[in-house]
């Protein structure tokens, strides 16, 4: 993967920082706290996560611990998870780089829900489902440093202990069922690891020593039709409840003007209407997969500010990295940039500087009815989908089609033509696993349920359009 050091240029430009604002450097490091909710859509709050649009709000959900964070901090309109799927967005919060690069595309546990060895004309590739020991996580990064660091809720990212990558205190490997291993883990889960978490941060209050503490949220999986609807009236409260018991202990402890929380959610909500009025949900790349809440409360953090550039949970660790103005920093590719800036001056008009200009969403995989392997890439305003089943190319113009509801591919042909392009050398760039033509594939059994596990099916087949 071809890209600059991004921590060395980080490092170098936080000491300047540094000497120039801290002066003898006595201001104690800052603590960290994010929240990472579960399958929760940009529109799944009660706080517009879009000053510009009134439908950016549940109609029916209470998060008044949300409204509390916007309130307080900084939302932004365009924040994006890295993948409209679990374990991918998982990893690359926690390590900056791209489920693409990491090979991290799809989840674990479970089957693809629409791949069968005949009834699919694309055979998606064997997503990694373990988080290399290799990759530096946010987590590793701070505690060179000297922070204490704890993961409780939700893991999904394999089966290696979260101590291997980095954290002092979990609850150890989970997946969607809990330290329980059940079906509904919530409200039990939503208010224990919550509870752990304060306990956590208690400690290390007393102890004067800076933390990092994250809250994956776990999912209620076995909800269908209204009673699902029901259930996530529910779930929502009892999370948003967790959230506002957070930040009272935060302020109890005299630690939230010293304290940045972040707040997130994995994808977006499963269900093609469940994310209006964006389109699409869980496991598309449409912005209904993608786009999430996304607020940020802490020291020197703009109040009650919308910002409107484009962010994505592989910010996270660079911008964490600044934050905490780290004198050192691990030497590897990160993909994410930092956006420390534009939380300290939203007027600036500042963005977000990545390796790259453009921000790639890579998921080869058939799941929840989407319409198979493709490809995300968005630059500014635009907006170009592959789908490697059909070859198509579509192309949106999201600042003023945010539910991607016009298809500019044959009006813009030399705009599609760049970024498809740009899109391509991505892929290569990072040797990402592609879907391969299914040399068993029958269209006459098109579209019947199937029931594998990714990746399986014959090996034969090559890269359909491989760039």
């Keep these: 993967m071809e890209t600059q050091n991004f921590f060395g240029a980080l490092a170098g430009a936080v000491t300047i920082a540094g000497c120039a604002v801290l002066g003898a450097a006595e ?33 029916i959900l209470k998060t ?26 998982r990893a690359a919060l926690l390590t900056g780089v791209s489920p693409a690069y990491l090979h991290m595309t799809f989840v674990g546990g479970g089957r693809e829900s629409a791949f069968s060895r005949t009834s699919s004309a694309l055979i998606p590739p064997e997503p990694l489902l373990e988080l290399p020991t290799g990759e530096t996580t946010v987590a590793e990064m701070l505690k060179h440093e000297g922070y204490a660091t704890a993961h409780f809720g939700k893991w999904h990212l394999g089966r290696v202990s979260p101590a291997k990558h980095g954290f002092d205190e979990s609850d150890g490997a989970t997946n969607n069922g809990g330290p329980d291993i059940v079906a509904n883990p919530n409200p039990k889960q939503a208010h224990a690891m919550t509870e752990r978490g304060i306990d956590f941060i208690t400690r290390m209050a007393r102890a004067q020593r800076p933390f990092y503490l994250q809250l994956s949220h776990y999912p209620n999986q076995d909800q269908k039709g209204a009673a699902r609807q029901d259930a996530e009236v529910v779930e929502a409260a009892d999370v948003d409840q967790t959230v506002g018991q957070l930040l009272d202990a935060l302020d109890r402890l005299g630690l939230a003007g010293n304290t ?13 209407t469940a994310n209006e009025p964006l389109s699409g949900g869980k496991g598309f790349v ?14 020197g953090v703009a109040a009650g ?35 420390a800036g534009i939380l300290r001056d939203p007027s600036g008009h500042g963005a977000v500087k990545r390796v790259r200009e453009e921000i790639v ?7 929840h009815g989407n319409f198979g392997p493709a490809t995300a890439l968005i630059l500014e ?3 170009l989908i592959r789908v490697d089943e059909t070859g198509t190319r579509r ?14 591919a044959a009006k813009l042909p030399e705009k599609t033509a760049e970024l498809d392009a740009r899109l391509i050398a991505y892929l290569r760039a990072v040797n990402a696993q592609l879907a391969i033509v299914n040399p068993d594939y029958d269209p006459t059994k098109a579209g019947i349920a199937p029931d594998n596990r990714p990746g399986a099916g014959g090996k034969g087949g090559k890269r359909r359009d491989s760039p």
């Design 395 to 408: 192309l949106y113009d999201l600042a003023v089609d945010a539910a991607e509801e016009h298809d500019l």
């Design 381 to 383: 305003h635009y907006k």
């Design 260 to 272: 940045y929380v972040l707040y997130t959610s994995d994808h977006g909500a499963q269900g093609r």
């Design 286 to 299: 449409l912005e209904g997969g993608l786009r999430v809440p996304f607020l940020v409360r802490g020291p």
């Design 305 to 339: 500010v919308c910002s409107h550039v484009p962010v994505t949970a592989m910010d996270w660790l660079p911008t964490i990295a600044e934050l905490a103005h780290l004198q050192t920093a691990p030497a590897k590719d990160v993909e994410g940039g930092s956006f």
């Design 361 to 367: 969403f890579h998921f080869p995989h058939y799941d």
């Design 27 to 59: 201001i104690p490091p800052p603590n960290f706290v994010v929240i990472l909710t579960e399958a929760q859509g940009w529109s799944n709050t009660s706080v517009a996560m879009d000053d510009r649009v009134q439908a950016s709000k549940s109609r």
């Design 64 to 89: 008044p611990a949300v409204e509390r964070l916007a309130g307080e901090g900084m939302r932004f309109s365009d924040g994006y998870a890295a993948s409209p799927r679990c374990t991918p967005s």
